[in-house]
């Protein structure tokens, strides 16, 4: 069971009406407005910084800032970022910083994190720095079962943040944490399983047991309101895997040129979604991709689904290319062909390596993605069993390796 006592020293309701000032309550961050990224200067994400070569925690989804602007305080050694998707939530956040000028190591933006999550971890390294803690505390529970995928903690953001933490050059440092809290337990356990689920990181507590302290000195406005209606609070401490844990695989294999390449290719993606390419081409239809192109030898593959607007039917293709370093070099082509054909909904569901042995007559599938997380392999496998040539070959998957 979780702590019931307050075990934050802090929970702030400040003089500036931090708490009390009001605000429509939930949006729809699937709808179309909050699908344009937010975050095109990299450079002006980090202009307020004194120093923007601090260490960043970044904290999704943090409303009126009362959480960082008390961290910001206690914490001159570190930067706080804050992201927040409702526009004049995030402008009241800059407003009560504005009233603390000696804070130069705090800022909020507004966006959708899901959507600007890659820019934001860009314009980070791309100032030398890197991101140190990662918060995401009491989001929007989105409680319906149709709007649940309105919740913000996704597989693409986990593989973003993880990728955007290995992208530092040099590797990351070996502190990195992730701070997940709820005051609902689904919620917090549907985060954790999603966390888990990325081979990236690791679990503090054990499958059934929670977190018992706020690992941080100060509350959010959110579980100060909690913990005063004596109500529990679920939490959870994930850390970035270290190389050896990675089984070889922590190496850096991606870059800040890799992943400023997947985040224009994701964007692709999300415009696709929005159906906007195919109402700018004309195209219906989409003609004939082969589901299955995979090349000699182990290499890096991507598995990715899209639709066909005429048929409303979602096709899945598998790719492997032994030219490629990266996974988004698997997936640009192939991303490019779909979408000049018409296709909606383009999405690279994961990667991993396809080890392909003509003479042995067997296929492996194996290993994950840092750009685009781990790839479901017995889908791939599938796959592969049913395409042309591959019949006789004995097709196996596992979730070693990388
Ligand atoms: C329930 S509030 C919790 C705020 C704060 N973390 C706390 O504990 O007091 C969740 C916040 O996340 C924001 N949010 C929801 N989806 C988001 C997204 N995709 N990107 C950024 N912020 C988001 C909401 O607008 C809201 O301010």
Redesign the pocket.
């Known amino acids: 069971m979780p702590l019931r006592l307050p075990s934050s020293p802090f929970h702030a309701s400040s003089a500036d009406g931090g708490s009390s000032k009001r605000f429509r309550q ?2 729809n ?1 699937l709808a179309s407005q ?1 699908q344009v990224p937010k975050v095109t200067d990299l450079r002006k994400l980090v202009q307020p910084y004194a120093d923007p070569k601090l260490p960043f925690h970044v ?5 009126k800032g ?2 960082l602007l008390e961290m910001a305080a206690r914490h001159p050694e570190r930067n706080f970022l804050g ?4 526009p004049l ?1 995030a402008e009241f956040a800059l407003e009560r910083k504005a009233k603390r000028p000696h804070l130069t190591n705090l800022h909020f933006v507004a ?5 600007d999550i890659d820019q934001v971890v860009l314009a980070i390294l791309e100032a030398e720095s890197r991101v140190a803690a990662v918060s995401i ?4 529970p989105h409680f319906k079962k149709q709007h649940k995928k ?1 919740r ?1 903690v996704t597989p693409e953001l986990v593989s973003s943040l993880a990728a955007g933490i290995r992208a530092r050059e040099g590797g990351p440092v070996g502190d990195e944490t992730v701070y997940l ?1 709820s005051d609902i337990q689904d919620v917090l356990d549907e985060m954790r399983e999603v966390f888990a689920a990325d081979a990236n990181f690791r679990d503090d507590e054990e499958e059934g047991s929670y977190l018992e302290k706020n690992p941080y000195p100060v509350a ?4 100060g309101s909690v913990l005063d209606q004596d109500l529990p609070v679920w939490r959870s401490l994930f850390r970035l895997k270290g190389a050896e844990e990675m089984g070889g695989g922590g190496g850096a294999t991606t870059s800040i040129e890799d992943l400023r390449a997947a985040a224009e290719l994701k964007q692709k993606m999300r415009e696709s979604e929005q159906g906007r390419f195919l109402k700018e081409k004309g195209a219906g239809g989409g003609g004939g991709v082969d589901g299955v192109i995979i090349e000699e030898g182990a290499n890096k593959y991507v598995l990715v689904s899209a639709r066909d607007p005429a048929s409303q039917n979602m096709q899945i293709f598998v790719r492997s290319s032994a030219a490629a370093a990266y996974h988004r070099e698997v997936a640009e082509p192939l991303v490019a062909e779909l979408i000049e054909g018409g296709r909606v909904n383009v999405k690279v569901l994961g990667g991993g390596r396809i080890n392909v042995d003509t003479a042995e007559k067997k296929v492996v599938v194996y290993g994950f993605s840092y750009a685009f997380g781990k790839a479901d392999h017995r889908k791939a496998a599938a796959m592969i069993r049913r395409a042309e040539g591959f019949e006789d070959f004995d097709v196996t998957w596992n979730d070693e390796g990388y």
């Open positions: 939930h949006i961050p909050f904290d999704v989804g943090c409303a009362t959480f992201l927040e998707i409702r939530v966006c959708n994190a899901n959507v505390l009491f989001p929007d309105r913000v809290a959010t406005e959110r579980e």
